[in-house]
Nanobody, 118 residues
């Protein structure tokens, strides 16, 4: 199983980005999917999660600017980030709880860098 993230880049403050993360491999089912980020010199932090049924949860720092969604048919989770701020600069990692056979595992994507200039 692999998670492949894409969509990062260099943007100016106030602009928007859409991140994508697709899961592939021998997947039986996917439960919660989400996004984390790690800024330079800081610990990785949870940004948002979405359940298989579409329930979402956001960190206070991104509420109102960050929208997480998913396409279950494509095993893909998305992150729409609006009104980007320099403090949003980080490597963004996707994460998913995936059933392989009878067992559940937690997988991480490789990360995609978002850089916001002021």
């Amino acid at each position: 199983v692999q998670l492949q993230a894409s969509g990062g880049g260099l943007v100016q403050a106030g602009e928007s980005l859409r991140l994508s993360c697709a899961a592939s491999g021998s997947i039986s089912s996917i439960n919660v999917m989400g996004w984390y980020r790690q800024a330079p010199g800081k610990q990785r932090e949870l940004v948002a999660t979405i359940s298989s049924g579409g329930s979402t949860n956001y960190a206070d720092s991104v509420k109102g600017r960050f929208t997480v969604s998913r396409d279950n048919a494509k095993n893909t989770v998305y992150a729409q980030i609006d009104s980007l701020k320099p403090e949003d600069t980080a490597v963004y990692y996707c994460n998913a709880e995936i059933q392989v056979g009878r067992t559940w595992h937690r997988y991480w994507g490789q990360g995609t860098l978002v850089t916001v200039s002021s």
